[in-house]
């Protein structure tokens, strides 16, 4: 994964962007995994999946962030960190693309490549709320679960971390009922 950059710097950090009502810790599979796979390799690369503000144990409370570019601070502050000449891949789910977009804007001499995971995206003619006011418009449809909504038909068979044990389905269970937005098959059927 290691990428040489047109300034002859190295890829050597990776941050993971996390998306509405998640946390840094929504990427713990996945900046393991990285992790394992660079030492792996020999390469040194530093991953890193902060908590946006009033998110995951950030303190702050939503009402207390202000603007957008507040809410991604974290973000911003750690490409801000980074050495001259060094260079980050950013990778952002949901409404981390928003972040990641914001961030590879602010600092294109700091990002490497913006990656966007089954995220929200501007494009670039629109102002990025233009593309949370596509999806708002697709999410008024009627007869939509509240799981299709916000997540697409397919949602549990496509998660970004399938679960590796019956333990671990049950949390993801877990974690989705206390949002609200779980719906098991069985649920499901009693309803029609």
Same mark, same amino acid.
Request: aromatic share 8%.
């Given at each position: 994964?290691?990428?040489?950059?047109?300034?002859?710097?190295?890829?050597?950090?990776?941050?993971?962007?996390? *998306?509405?009502?998640?946390?840094? @810790?929504? @990427?713990?599979?996945? +900046? &393991? *995994?990285?992790?394992?796979?660079? $030492? +792996? $390799? *020999?390469?040194?690369?530093?991953?890193?999946?902060?908590?946006?503000? $009033?998110?995951?144990?950030?303190?702050?409370?939503?009402?207390?962030?202000?603007?957008?570019?507040?809410?991604?601070?974290?973000?911003?502050? &750690?490409?801000?960190?980074?050495? +001259?000449?060094?260079?980050?891949?950013?990778?952002?789910?949901?409404?981390?693309?928003?972040?990641?977009?914001?961030? +590879?804007?602010?600092?294109?001499?700091?990002?490497?490549?913006?990656?966007?995971?089954?995220?929200?995206?501007?494009?670039?003619?629109?102002?990025?709320?233009?593309?949370?006011?596509?999806?708002?418009?697709? %999410?008024?449809?009627?007869?939509?679960?509240?799981?299709?909504?916000? %997540?697409?038909?397919? @949602?549990?068979?496509?998660?970004?971390?399938?679960?590796?044990?019956?333990?671990?389905?049950?949390?993801?269970? $877990?974690?989705?009922?206390?949002?609200?937005?779980?719906?098991?098959?069985?649920?499901?059927?009693?309803?029609?």
């Amino acid at each position: 994964m290691e990428a040489a950059l047109d300034s002859g710097a190295k890829v050597k950090h990776i941050i993971l962007v996390h *998306g509405v009502c998640h946390g840094g @810790w929504s @990427w713990y599979k996945v +900046a &393991a *995994g990285l992790r394992s796979a660079a $030492a +792996a $390799a *020999g390469h040194a690369y530093r991953v890193h999946a902060p908590d946006l503000a $009033a998110s995951g144990i950030d303190d702050r409370r939503l009402p207390e962030v202000a603007t957008f570019s507040e809410y991604t601070g974290p973000l911003l502050d &750690a490409l801000r960190s980074l050495p +001259a000449g060094e260079k980050a891949v950013l990778v952002g789910h949901s409404l981390g693309g928003l972040s990641v977009a914001l961030a +590879a804007e602010m600092f294109p001499d700091k990002v490497a490549v913006a990656a966007f995971l089954s995220a929200y995206m501007p494009d670039c003619v629109s102002p990025p709320s233009h593309v949370l006011m596509q999806a708002r418009s697709y %999410n008024r449809q009627p007869n939509l679960q509240q799981s299709e909504r916000y %997540n697409g038909k397919h @949602w549990k068979a496509y998660s970004l971390q399938p679960p590796q044990a019956p333990n671990e389905l049950q949390l993801a269970k $877990a974690k989705h009922s206390t949002l609200g937005s779980y719906v098991t098959e069985t649920e499901q059927h009693n309803r029609t």
